[in-house]
């Protein structure tokens, strides 16, 4: 059974970081249902409009994660939390194209909740998981098709080293429509409590769930609870 850490090296420098972890079994991941993708569009279309009011950097969930990122040894203004990054394409109306189920729940996932969060195939996961803060030798090739380095950036690793982080995946670990076991972790808000983390991770595992069937399990890695076994 494998086991998923939250490493010292974080909750030192930020005592209320938390993970939230969801793990889904016989999913089936395909082409977005048009509800989706309807959904998706218009919501993007609505921030839009928000995003003419106030920056981007001024929405809660971005200044906080902002905050977090220069505390763990990272500039924000260089290397961009990942739903920074959307929320910015959204501004300048580049949205966001449906790629697959998968991914196009996670990323709204990501907008709706202000955080970055993370999908992996957890069949290509090996061994334990552990989530660490990066130094100058942690990196690997991203899904925007160049070595990213995550130094001073929150990472999640396996056996194998680095594949996911709040800044860019790794191709390595990617979802595609050939999934049928996936982890999602939620790089949750530290201000967030326990219940209402909870809450979000219960609500977003349920929707989840609605579109690629299959089950769920939803879990919390703090320093309280710094372990968790699969």
Known sequence: MAK???DSSITTIVPDFKIG????????????PQMIKGRTQLYQENLYLELQESPVTERP?????????????????????????LLRRIAKQN??????????????????????VGIYDADLIQGDI??????????YEGLNGRYNSLKGIAYSKDNEGPFG??????????????????????????SLLEEESMKLLGAAGNMFSQIHGGDYTIDLLSTTQPKIEL
Do not use: C
Not at 61 to 85: C, F, H, M, Q, V
Not at 102 to 111: C, E, G, M, R
Not at 169 to 184: H, L
């Open 95 to 116: 949205y966001l194209q449906p790629f697959h189920s998968a991914v196009d729940l996670n990323n709204f996932f990501s907008l709706q909740y202000e955080i970055p």
């Open 4 to 6: 998923i850490r939250l």
């Open 61 to 85: 969930g971005i200044s906080e994660w902002r905050k977090t990122w220069k505390a763990l040894g990272a500039d924000p203004n260089r290397y961009r939390l990942s739903a920074e990054s």
């Open 21 to 32: 972890m969801i793990h889904y079994t016989k999913i089936i991941v395909s082409e977005s």
């Open 130 to 139: 552990e989530i660490a803060l990066g130094d100058e030798n942690t990196g």
């Open 165 to 190: 982080s709040p800044f860019v995946d790794s191709k390595r670990t990617a979802v595609t429509e050939q999934t049928t076991n996936a982890i999602q972790l939620f790089y949750l808000r530290p």
